[in-house]
């Protein structure tokens, strides 16, 4: 979170507010950089659309009862039902089950680096299909993280004879490229309900067509699931999102877009070496340098929007 201190007035800085809003993004960066961890232990047993429809299942549990709380549960409007469908379908969907697909087969180490290459598909994608006008630093900041994405697939060193190898590395990217999707069509949408206020709903469509897929892909839900498993489970569906989405949404609320882009950038950083610690995976220095180039552009992306 390098980018706080120049947009926060020194000031300030010390006040209930700020040192809230530094603390829940805090929070975020280790609550999602904890996810991938966690959720390579879930597929461990679980298969991958069982463990993302009951972790959805569980942020769904929490979700409504919270906001019923809190006084913002609320039907959502008319207007805001295609944001709901897209959200759901590309992102919670989609995303999240293309991305634990794609654990089964790569570590999450890398997994995390080819996941967080979703901001470099969002500009051009709003070029297509927005009309936003990509920016000199925006168009460098693509080349600088496609640069660093061939890095992971530089001949040698990546085993394309491998289908395994393809196939989970396949899944991820267009995991990433599902994401990118969600988010254009957000930032299109004129929202009538806050995100906050629409995020169960998304949660609960979700839950039903994922328990759908599961029930006619993988079969009957497993019978029985480790402690392990369940904690992992348990911790990716209540920590890592409902509360991490409900501390972003605070937070993007109380920092600009770009702070907040580039702040969440040190969750792929921490990821890795959380990934590198708890799942032993070891820090391979050609992901290392893959991942700072491709944060890298992102970040030359980020700070030249608008």
């Known amino acids: 979170m390098p980018a706080l201190p120049s947009v926060l007035p020194?000031?300030?800085?010390?006040?209930?507010?700020?040192?809230?809003?530094?603390?829940l993004f805090a929070f975020v960066v280790a609550a999602w950089s904890l996810n991938w961890v966690v959720m390579k232990v879930a597929v461990q047993?679980?298969?991958?659309?069982?463990?993302?429809?009951l972790r959805t299942a569980l942020a769904t549990i929490v979700l409504f009862p919270c906001l019923f709380a809190a006084g913002q549960l609320v039907l959502p409007p008319r207007a805001d039902l295609p944001v709901i469908l897209v959200i759901a379908l590309f992102h919670m969907v989609a995303f999240a089950g293309l991305m634990t697909a794609g654990l089964v087969f790569v570590p999450a180490s890398r997994a995390i680096v080819l996941g967080y290459t979703t901001p470099l598909w969002v500009a051009p994608a709003a070029f297509l299909c927005l009309g936003e006008r990509v920016s000199a630093r925006q168009a460098m900041g693509i080349a600088?993280?496609?640069?660093?994405?061939?890095?992971?697939?530089?001949p040698g060193s990546f085993a394309w004879g491998d289908e395994a190898v393809l196939l989970g590395n396949g899944l991820v990217i267009l995991a990433a490229l599902c994401w990118s999707v969600?988010?254009?069509?957000?930032?299109?949408?004129r929202w009538t309900a806050t995100p906050l206020q629409l995020m169960p709903w998304q949660c609960l469509l979700a839950t039903i067509?994922?328990?759908?897929?599961?029930?006619s892909v993988e079969g009957a839900p497993p019978p029985r699931i480790g402690t392990p498993a369940l904690l992992a489970l348990t911790y990716n569906g209540v920590?890592?999102?409902?509360?991490?989405?409900?501390?972003?949404?605070?937070?993007?609320?109380?920092?600009?877009?770009?702070?907040?882009?580039l702040g969440v950038l040190a969750t792929?950083?921490?990821?890795?070496?959380?990934?590198?610690?708890?799942?032993?995976?070891?820090?391979?220095?050609?992901?290392?340098?893959?991942?700072?180039?491709?944060?890298?552009?992102?970040?030359?992306?980020?700070?030249?929007e608008g």
């Open 10 to 23: 020194i000031s300030r800085w010390g006040s209930a507010s700020t040192l809230s809003t530094i603390g």
């Open 45 to 53: 047993e679980v298969t991958p659309l069982w463990a993302v429809a």
């Open 144 to 154: 600088v993280g496609i640069v660093g994405l061939l890095v992971l697939f530089k």
């Open 182 to 189: 969600s988010i254009v069509y957000t930032r299109a949408h």
């Open 209 to 215: 067509v994922l328990v759908i897929l599961a029930l």
């Open 239 to 261: 920590i890592g999102t409902a509360l991490g989405y409900w501390a972003m949404t605070v937070v993007s609320r109380r920092v600009p877009a770009t702070t907040a882009s």
């Open 268 to 304: 792929p950083v921490l990821g890795i070496g959380l990934s590198a610690v708890i799942l032993a995976e070891g820090l391979d220095p050609q992901l290392v340098i893959s991942a700072l180039t491709i944060l890298l552009g992102i970040a030359l992306g980020a700070k030249g």
